[in-house]
């Protein structure tokens, strides 16, 4: 079992500045799962409790040189801390910064290039007898390499790594409407207020493009609405008599036409999920999986200077729901 690569400085940019600072925010510890073409990051998808998240990245958008190699089909999955893997991450950065600083001074320069290696590597801890698993940075200078180690669990068995596989197939599926929510903040700022108001949040999705959502307790009810938003996959036209009518109202009608779904999940949950933001997507799109399994919500990402879908980063959230009878 075998991983060594060199981080690009794109793949330094996207780790430390966006999407570590955001995975950590969905939990502190994650299944990160190496295969020959993708990196993962993988909450949640074999326990199956809280808020699943998937952040996936071709091995291009982070890494050159990229060599895996293991007899569970060329896949490595393994837990990680994810603060402990930002920390010496963020501060390999900071070394290696500085080694090309000083590197730049030296006559006739540095006859290796400065990069930053991440392997895979087994050592003794001190005062242990037992080998332990290790995710190292090094990064080397004119004179002297620097070295970090993140402890990571034993690696997966290759039945472990078969269930995590099949999970992963399982949460790629998408709903077959999604509607595209253009300002976060604007609804981050609401479920910020719904916080203090209750625990559970009714979502209404519809073929319409319209986002309802609400939280109630038998002394108030908060909601908002969002409409005619873009949608992608199943669409319908909106009714043109429902325009004087109120959002309890067009909720309930286009339910009973069949063409919206409702779910109820956790405020909390919610909002972690809006925390995904951190990674700075370019726009968020929300859909109910079929037969109400899950609340989605898939952040989409350009090609910087373009409004082309970036293909080689890819982050989604799959929220789970509520028995009814919770609220």
Do not use: W
Not at 15 to 32: N, S, V, W
Not at 138 to 144: D, L, N, Q, R, V
Not at 157 to 183: C, F, G, K, W
């Amino acid at each position: 079992m075998k991983f060594k690569a060199f981080l690009t400085d794109n793949g330094v940019s996207l780790l430390d500045k966006r999407f570590l600072p955001a995975l950590e925010k969905m939990g502190k510890i994650c299944h990160l799962y190496l295969t020959r073409d993708h990196i993962y990051f993988l909450h949640n998808l074999l326990n199956g409790d809280g808020i699943q998240c998937i952040a996936q990245f071709r091995k291009e958008a982070l890494f050159d040189e990229y060599r895996l190699s293991s007899q569970n089909d060329d896949r490595i999955s393994f837990a990680i801390d994810l603060s402990l893997l930002h920390r010496a991450l963020h501060s390999i950065i900071s070394i290696y910064t500085e080694f090309s600083a000083s590197d730049s001074g030296v006559p006739g320069g540095n006859s290796a290039p400065n990069h930053i290696q991440i392997k895979l590597v087994k050592k003794l801890p001190p005062h242990s007898q037992q080998p332990m698993p290790f995710l190292t940075f090094e990064t080397k200078g004119y004179k002297s390499a620097v070295i970090q180690d993140v402890p990571i669990s034993k690696p997966l068995s290759r039945s472990d790594v078969l269930e995590l596989q099949a999970a992963l197939d399982m949460a790629q599926d998408l709903p077959q409407t999604l509607i595209q929510v253009p300002d976060m903040h604007q609804l981050q700022n609401f479920v910020e207020k719904m916080k203090n108001v209750g625990d559970v949040l009714s979502v209404s999705i519809s073929k319409y493009g319209d986002l309802h959502l609400q939280v109630s307790t038998s002394l108030i009810t908060l909601g908002a609405e969002f409409r005619k938003l873009s949608v992608i996959g199943e669409q319908a036209q909106s009714p043109t008599d429902d325009q004087n009518l109120s959002a309890q109202s067009r909720t309930r009608i286009a339910l009973q036409r069949g063409d919206a779904m409702t779910v109820q999940v956790s405020v909390k949950h919610f909002f972690k999920s809006l925390q995904c933001h951190a990674a700075k997507p370019d726009c968020a799109f929300y859909g109910i999986a079929q037969q109400g399994a899950c609340l989605t919500v898939v952040f989409q990402f350009f090609i910087p200077g373009t409004h082309q879908t970036d293909k080689a980063i890819s982050l989604h959230c799959r929220l789970p729901v509520l028995d009814p009878g919770a609220s």
